[in-house]
């Protein structure tokens, strides 16, 4: 660090406080840039989607390829069912990972795991689509809503895991040694006392994945996008989902299924923004709670 | 009433009989749950690979070489999609890295306290927005926008270059690399904050002390001390940008070709796998976008090796820079 450079410019207080002041406004700027960038997505989203949001919309299934006369009520009960299952799936395991390092590993083993995590996490998701087609889709000779569900759920473990991995770190150690010193057995302390006390930063992650996986089209795309007509619940088949919907409507030429995109992303984004917000307050609320 | 309970000799011989199971059955579960974890990743690029094995041996190391993408001749390469990649995800990292610290520098140091809480609120918001929606927007409101007043301006004042030559147009590289820069800014910002905020207060006092101004207390105490935490923050940015498909795929227009100009058409690694797999009728074909999908694999995880190990050589041992979703809160 120069600290010399600070008496050196000593004289020339005027300049300097020129400089200050530009750079505070190019940060003030961006700041704003960032914040209208969201509202002039949202906006977009509210302001074109609105028009086509009816219970119609939001009852009928989609008609056939190029009818835009329908609605999205096959693409909701597929989101619905493809991220449920991979919800089943990916929290107990991610939850279950994130007890083996902070309870059970050594910092030998829990830091190679840890690392794994963050590669998982940052494997794209294309690929983890990819994975899934080779691993269910190209055996099974067909797509399928478990096919979704299993790559969203390799989607969500990172985010489970390493969230739960955090939160479990933060219960006081003073709560858990009160229970050992009691002579109370190490997966009840943490049934009875770990996971109560971050039962809210937990729900918090799990929401989180939850929300970062309700809008995944990319592995969806290759294993689960050819399905048929109607509302279809059987996860053996493929399903329709919403942000599938958005991509094949958004690439359509046609400017009513434009907004038939509008309005399903407007959906989504509500459901999105909506799971954010309420894993925030129940974040709050459980650091307090963990005095943190 | 537990210690009621617990009195009873009886009911205590069984609580210990089932504490000698319940220790070692949770310790089992949880490290099958690791391992499995384990298994997954070993997994894809087991999966991928032999998906991949007909083009790798059809085409050999070459293919990453080739410039041409052809369905009729069968004759496929990752050149032009690897040149996408690095010129979308590189022109979304040059434009992030100084917003980011510059919204950084605007959260930990300038706003109110009132504002603060907000608006890293809102930044935060804006990377929860699935990728599918942006790609939504960037086709319908940011391509129209990019193709009447950006590239028109872009090319009156620097048509001299090549990368800003040719016609504007509403898909292409500049198109996705705005969307990726957007997607990449609350990443990056997110963990940029969370660095800055570490920067130890006696530290800044001191620097204003000695008579800095702000901007030199930010510049020779804020900066030197994160800057192994913003190289970080940045190529984490750079690694999600990479593997990006959808909104890329949205914006991007698809053409199978190097080109110089930054408004024409073009493709990514991962928007091209996103693009073609679902149809990919050629017996090579889908070999060929597996052998992508491998080599996009592998840029993720040496990008995400390198954020890695310059963290670490930072002074920021301790610091977490993966950016898992509640740290931003």
Redesign the interface.
């Known amino acids: 660090?120069?600290?010399h450079?600070?008496l050196l410019?000593?004289g020339n207080l005027k300049r300097?406080?020129r400089?200050?002041r530009a750079?505070?406004v190019?940060?003030?700027?961006?700041?704003l840039?960032?914040?209208a960038?969201?509202l002039?997505?949202?906006g977009?989203?509210v302001s074109?989607g609105i028009g086509a949001l009816s219970i119609h919309f939001l009852t009928t299934p989609a008609g056939l390829f190029g009818d835009t006369s329908g609605g999205i009520s096959n693409a909701i009960a597929g989101t619905a069912i493809i991220v449920g299952l991979a919800a089943l799936m990916a929290i107990?395991?991610?939850l279950?990972?994130a007890?083996?390092?902070s309870?059970?590993?050594s910092d030998r083993v829990a830091h190679?795991?840890r690392?794994?995590?963050?590669?998982?996490?940052?494997?794209?998701?294309?690929?983890?689509?990819?994975?899934v087609?080779?691993?269910i889709v190209?055996p099974q000779k067909h797509q399928s809503g478990y096919a979704g569900a299993v790559a969203l759920a390799?989607v969500m473990?990172?985010?489970v895991?390493?969230?739960a991995q955090?939160?479990l770190a933060l219960v006081p150690g003073t709560l858990k040694e009160a229970a050992y010193a009691l002579g109370i057995?190490?997966?009840?302390t943490?049934l009875r006392v770990t996971l109560p006390t971050a039962a809210g930063?937990l729900l918090?992650?799990a929401l989180?994945?939850v929300?970062?996986v309700?809008?995944?089209?990319?592995p969806l795309?290759?294993v689960c996008?050819?399905f048929g007509q109607g509302v279809l619940t059987e996860p053996s088949e493929a399903l329709s989902s919403i942000?599938v919907f958005?991509?094949q409507s958004?690439?359509s030429p046609s400017p009513e299924a434009?907004t038939q995109?509008?309005a399903a992303?407007l959906i989504?984004?509500a459901f999105?923004?909506v799971l954010?917000v309420v894993a925030?307050a129940f974040?709050?609320r459980s650091r307090k709670r963990m005095g943190a | 009433m537990e210690a009621g309970a617990l009195s009873n000799p009886v009911l205590r011989a069984r609580r210990n009989r089932i504490d000698r199971i319940g220790d070692p059955l949770l310790r089992g579960l949880s490290g099958l749950a690791a391992a499995l974890a384990v298994a997954v990743i070993a997994g894809i690029v087991y999966e991928v690979t032999h998906l991949a094995w007909p083009a790798i041996t059809h085409f050999g190391i070459g293919f990453i070489t080739t410039n041409d993408w052809n369905p009729v001749t069968e004759r496929y390469g990752a050149a032009p999609f690897i040149y996408g990649t690095v010129v979308t995800s590189g022109i979304a990292l040059l434009l992030a890295a100084p917003l980011s610290v510059a919204i950084s520098i605007y959260l930990t140091e300038l706003a109110p306290n009132r504002v603060r809480r907000p608006v890293a609120t809102l930044v935060d918001m804006l990377a929860a927005i699935p990728s599918v929606i942006l790609g939504l927007w960037g086709i319908l409101v940011l391509g129209p926008f990019m193709h009447d007043t950006v590239e028109p301006a872009l090319k009156s004042a620097f048509g001299f270059l090549p990368i800003f030559s040719g016609d504007p147009s509403a898909f292409g590289y500049l198109t996705a690399a705005m969307i990726l820069t957007i997607m990449i800014t609350p990443i990056v910002t997110s963990v940029t904050r969370e660095v800055f905020e570490t920067v130890p207060g006696e530290l800044k006092e001191g620097s204003y002390a000695l008579g800095a101004t702000r901007w030199e207390m930010v510049r020779q105490v804020v900066l030197p001390y994160s800057r192994a935490g913003i190289v970080g923050a940045t190529i984490l940015g750079l690694g999600r940008a990479i593997g990006e498909a959808i909104a890329v795929a949205q914006v991007i227009g698809g053409a199978t070709g190097i080109n110089i100009s930054l408004f024409h058409t073009g493709s990514t690694m991962a928007a091209q796998i996103a693009a073609q797999f679902q149809g990919a009728p050629g017996a090579l074909q889908k070999p060929s976008l597996a052998y992508l999908g491998l080599i996009l694999l592998a840029f993720s995880v040496i990008v995400n090796l390198i954020a890695r190990l310059i963290v670490q050589r930072g002074t920021l041992k301790d610091t977490d820079i993966t950016p898992t979703e509640v740290e931003a809160l």
């Open positions: 660090m120069s600290n450079a600070l410019d000593r300097r406080n400089v200050n750079v505070e190019v940060s003030t700027v961006a700041a840039l960032a914040v960038v969201l002039i997505v949202v977009s989203v074109k107990p395991v991610g279950l990972v007890i083996f390092t309870e059970f590993a190679p795991v690392f794994v995590l963050d590669l998982l996490n940052g494997v794209p998701t294309i690929v983890t689509g990819i994975f087609y080779g691993l190209v390799i473990l990172p985010i895991a390493r969230t955090e939160v057995a190490r997966w009840r943490l930063g918090t992650g989180l994945a929300a970062r309700a809008g995944e089209t990319a795309i290759l996008s050819i942000p958005i991509f958004s690439e434009h995109a509008w992303a989504l984004i999105v923004l954010n925030r974040y709050s």
